[in-house]
């Protein structure tokens, strides 16, 4: 399974970050009042030492037991103040980051639903589901405290630092002193985190999609005893990430006994220095109090700058994976005919001939440069209210010309109309609603039976569906058509999610009907009793159908031969078995295995 990778090179957290603007502008109000009350908090924390200098030359040295009180008053209140302004800090974030992590979700799930097949297919799931889960929860996360706190502490260290000069600029340098080795050491810090930060999202992503392949696919593990060899690569891949995430450790550890040690190294400097003042009576004792008060205040701020640093990393690099999936193109929609008005407009049936294919070219977008495309000179023309078969050898591209009709991708070149209309110009629901579909592999999703055929489709169509697909049995089920089925239909037998996705393609009686050899489940009286059905449905409707038994076949009007991307025959099915040898060749049984390519 392909999965995306960072793109290498060098990005900036910064601006990478600031993509994130247009989801966070309409919290901004409250963001910035959260990060404002956070400053305030953390340089009311600051004042702490000046009232503890002033207790100690003044109420201290004087004896005066008062003054003590009152000074301990003043402590008291001023970390009550700063405890309450944390905490509105918190309440005033918590209700907006939520809602900005909740319109990411959403928005991503938009895009992913709006982005073409041919993105899917390249896709690994397990990718985009970490990306609608934990890289969001990674960017709450940075909104609610990295981000402000770097903005807090780097006030607070400013403030403290002032402040100290002040109390006695010799000391204040010494304190200063480990400041460009740290800011060297973050520097580099900040570039090798980056990319291991990215590494590891990117391989949760690919465990994600080994853990969902295993899920989905129990039924085959199980069945063929791999669940060793699923396993193996289970602990291959989340042994390479706790390899990841111990890199990433290492160098947090390794900023941190920077960060930590030098600041530590400087303060103890400092107690020296300014003791030897003190004891020189150059510096009163509530100075140097208060000094090393501040320089210890502003430990927190300082050890934190670490771990802010690689949450802000962890954070870019989530943005970054986000906009990856975010920056796809989505699916081109044709301009809306009445203006603000997104209701499919009335099939217009003056030019009414049918589904017509016209010199199509078709080359899947991840297919090398120089092969040959899928399909070539596709023209094709099935009349109002005819049923086609197409027929041909496995890999012909059966598949990939009948999902050309719902545009589930686009053309390379040529044209496809509906009663004259190019598909293109058409809107998607438009042409949703003029096309239906059913494949042979149905997906049913974790719904009712009755919700899965519908579709949103008008509930009084649902029985007369089940009963042309044969799908009567869904009454028998314990709620009936209000059963909840499995995830993927899985509690109903394979030819059961056959009929109930056959009925799915014909319950809104589209004018054009799709069927991607939808009966290959059925046993053969089920097959014969679904045709019969079908065959009056198909009476009004222009249907291409892909079949491999000549049952299926007899379904329909005629038959088109696709031999190699190209159609090679168009004929009723006695004409082609008469004059075409491949034809009959495919029909007689034996060609179904053989590859076309
Ligand atoms: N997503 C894809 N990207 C690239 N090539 C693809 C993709 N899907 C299918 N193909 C290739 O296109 C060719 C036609 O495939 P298609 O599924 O349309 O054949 P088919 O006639 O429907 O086969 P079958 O009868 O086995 O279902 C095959 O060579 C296949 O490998």
Redesign the pocket.
């Given at each position: 399974m392909p999965t995306t990778r960072a793109t290498p090179g060098k990005r900036s957290a910064v601006r990478t970050l600031l993509r994130l603007w247009p989801y966070v502008r309409p919290v901004r109000a409250r963001l910035f009042t959260a990060a404002f009350v956070a400053v305030l908090a953390s340089c009311t924390g600051l004042v702490i030492p000046l009232v503890l200098k002033w207790m100690v030359d003044g109420p201290v040295a004087d004896r005066d037991p008062a003054g003590v009180w009152l000074g301990a008053l003043f402590l008291l209140l001023l970390g009550f103040g700063e405890a309450l302004l944390f905490g509105l800090r918190r309440w005033l974030v918590a209700r907006p980051l939520s809602h900005v992590e909740a319109e990411m979700r959403a928005d991503l799930y938009g895009h992913l639903q709006r982005l073409p097949?041919?993105f899917h297919?390249r896709w690994a799931s397990g990718q985009l589901l970490s990306r609608g889960t934990t890289d969001l929860m990674l960017l709450r996360m940075f909104l609610a405290f990295p981000l402000t706190f770097l903005l807090v502490n780097s006030v607070t260290i400013l403030v403290g630092v002032i402040i100290m000069l002040i109390q006695d600029w010799t000391l204040g340098l010494v304190i200063l002193a480990p400041a460009v080795p740290v800011i060297v050491s973050c520097l580099l810090f900040e570039q090798r985190y980056s990319s291991v930060a990215r590494q590891a999202q990117d391989q949760v992503g690919d465990l994600t999609t080994v853990v969902e392949e295993s899920v989905l696919g129990i039924r085959i593990i199980k069945g063929f005893g791999r669940h060793r060899s699923q396993a193996r690569a289970f602990w291959e891949l989340s042994r390479t990430l706790r390899g990841t995430e111990l890199r990433k450790a290492r160098l947090l550890a390794a900023i941190l006994s920077v960060i930590v040690t030098l600041p530590e190294v400087a303060i103890g400097a400092a107690l020296v220095l300014g003791s030897v003042q003190v004891a020189d009576g150059e510096l009163s004792a509530g100075t140097l109090v208060a000094f090393l008060s501040t320089a210890l205040a502003l430990r927190w701020p300082i050890d934190s700058i670490g771990f802010l640093l690689a949450m802000s990393q962890d954070a870019a690099s989530a943005t970054e994976r986000y906009f990856e999936v975010m920056d796809e193109t989505p699916e081109v929609e044709a301009p809306s005919r009445g203006a603000g008005n997104c209701a499919p407009s009335p099939h217009r049936p003056a030019a009414d001939n049918g589904l017509q294919f016209h010199n199509v070219r078709f080359r899947?977008?991840?297919?090398a440069s120089d092969s040959p495309p899928?399909l070539d000179h596709i023209d094709l023309h099935i009349r109002p209210g005819e049923s086609m078969a197409l027929v041909?050898?496995?890999?012909?591209?059966?598949?990939?010309?009948?999902?050309l009709v719902p545009r589930l991708h686009e053309l390379t070149s040529g044209r496809i109309t509906l009663d004259g209309e190019d598909i293109t110009a058409m809107s998607r629901e438009e042409l949703r609603s003029l096309v239906a579909m059913a494949f042979?592999e149905p997906t049913l999703f974790s719904a009712s039976v009755g919700e899965n055929v519908l579709m949103g489709a008008d509930s009084h169509e649902l029985d007369r569906a089940l009963s042309i697909a044969q799908a009567d049995f869904a009454h028998a089920l314990p709620q009936g058509t209000d059963t909840k089925i499995g995830e993927q239909g899985l509690s109903l037998s394979g030819g059961q999610r056959q009929r109930l996705a056959l009925a799915r393609a014909v319950v809104g009686r589209p004018r054009f009907l799709v069927l991607?050899?939808p009966l290959s489940a059925l046993d053969v009286h089920t097959e014969a009793a679904v045709e019969a059905a079908l065959r009056d449905v198909l009476a009004d409707t222009t249907a291409l159908i892909?079949a491999?038994r000549p049952s299926t076949v007899l379904l329909a009007d005629r038959v088109a031969l696709?031999s190699e991307?190209r159609i090679t025959a168009v004929g009723t099915h006695q004409e082609l078995l008469r004059t075409n040898a491949e034809y009959a060749h495919l029909m007689s049984g034996s060609g179904e295995t053989e590859d076309?390519?």
């Open positions: 097949v041919t297919d899947y977008p991840d297919a899928t041909g050898a496995t890999g012909s591209g059966k598949t990939t010309l009948t999902a042979e991607d050899d892909v491999h696709l991307g076309a390519r």
